[in-house]
């Protein structure tokens, strides 16, 4: 299981609207990771994540929800394996298959890295993770985030 903790940013009836606290880099890397990098190219700090509740939760209140991980490994094949499989198996199609050209066989395996890609967009969209809330700390309760948490 894959446990993080996140903050309560807005409530709407039964559903709160969560925001992952940013960790600090390692001290390894002090931020020049290949995790960090992503992380400032995309973005993805100021997003927020919605999940129905059935407590009443308030602005500020920590709560920390658990990932199911068996999914994860699939959704990770279907992200970076797919496309990187659909381009080689185009390579090979066009080069051994078809004997076609240099230029022709790059554009084939461009071309089927491309739906690589697509399918596994819509794959991964049909994914359900299952997401748990294991704990609602209460709003007067400090709570820090410590790595792995």
Same mark, same amino acid.
């Given at each position: 299981?894959?446990?993080?903790?996140?903050?309560?940013?807005?409530?709407?009836?039964?559903?709160?609207?969560?925001?992952?606290?940013?960790?600090? #880099?390692?001290? +390894?890397?002090?931020?020049?990771?290949?995790? /960090?990098? @992503?992380?400032? %190219?995309? $973005?993805?700090?100021?997003?927020?994540?919605?999940?129905?509740?059935?407590?009443?939760?308030?602005?500020?209140?920590?709560?920390?929800?658990?990932?199911?991980?068996?999914?994860?490994?699939?959704?990770?094949?279907?992200?970076?394996?797919?496309?990187?499989?659909?381009?080689?198996?185009?390579?090979?199609? #066009?080069?051994? +298959?078809?004997?076609?050209?240099?230029?022709? /066989?790059? @554009?084939?395996? %461009?071309? $089927?890295?491309?739906?690589?890609?697509?399918?596994?967009?819509?794959?991964?969209?049909?994914?359900?993770?299952?997401?748990?809330?294991?704990?609602?700390?209460?709003?007067?309760?400090?709570?820090?985030?410590?790595?792995?948490?």
């Amino acid at each position: 299981m894959i446990e993080q903790t996140l903050t309560v940013v807005s409530v709407s009836g039964t559903t709160a609207y969560l925001k992952a606290e940013q960790k600090p #880099a390692c001290e +390894g890397c002090n931020g020049k990771c290949g995790s /960090q990098v @992503f992380s400032k %190219l995309f $973005g993805t700090h100021n997003k927020t994540f919605p999940i129905k509740v059935d407590n009443t939760l308030e602005i500020g209140q920590k709560v920390k929800l658990s990932l199911d991980d068996s999914k994860v490994v699939n959704h990770a094949f279907y992200v970076y394996m797919l496309p990187l499989m659909m381009a080689f198996i185009f390579l090979f199609i #066009a080069s051994l +298959g078809l004997a076609l050209s240099e230029p022709w /066989q790059i @554009f084939l395996a %461009l071309a $089927g890295g491309f739906l690589g890609y697509l399918f596994a967009k819509k794959r991964v969209q049909s994914i359900k993770h299952d997401v748990k809330v294991v704990k609602i700390y209460p709003i007067s309760m400090a709570v820090t985030q410590i790595d792995g948490d």
